[in-house]
């Protein structure tokens, strides 16, 4: 392939998380070229990317406020905004079909800033753990952890 100028290159209007981009990481002083994955890129950024099986995409930053004892995550979530802790403890349920490779990490914050008197615990529905261990527990107020998942368990980042 002849080399060509970035405008002039066809555009993919349907990349899947696993194609790579070129990017110039810190151009401004020290340029390095490297790669990045989709999914990377938009982990990177707490962004919300689904695949739809048509292989469009949908591209988000999905933040849902978490106003009640209880919440299940849902594929679109990607930053769980938990202001209920000002009220009361709250349990968030990963369900065991969002546990998947290809989900991407999502956030959970203690929005309410009493997680110290009201904890935020998180579990999964079945038996797959959270940094080995049966649930992750936030209990310093204002604290949040990030969670993404290898396929089988989920890790805190």
Known sequence: ?????????????????????????????????????????????????????????????????????????????????????????????VPTAQITATRLPFDVKDAGGNATANNITIVTEGAETIDGEANAVISTSYNSLTLYSDGTNLFIK
């Not at 070229?33 to 990317?49: E, G, P, R, W, Y």
């Open 1 to 93: 392939m002849a080399d060509a100028k970035l405008t002039g290159l066809a555009e993919n209007t349907a990349p899947l998380v696993t194609d790579i981009l070129y990017i110039v990481d810190d151009p401004a002083i020290t340029a390095v070229s490297q790669k990045i994955t989709v999914a990377n890129l938009f982990a990177a950024t707490n962004a919300t990317l689904a695949l739809k099986a048509d292989k469009t995409t949908t591209i988000s930053s999905v933040v849902k406020s978490v106003t009640g004892a209880t919440y299940t995550l849902l594929a679109t979530d990607g930053i769980l905004h938990v202001s209920y802790t000002a009220t009361g403890a709250v349990t968030i349920t």
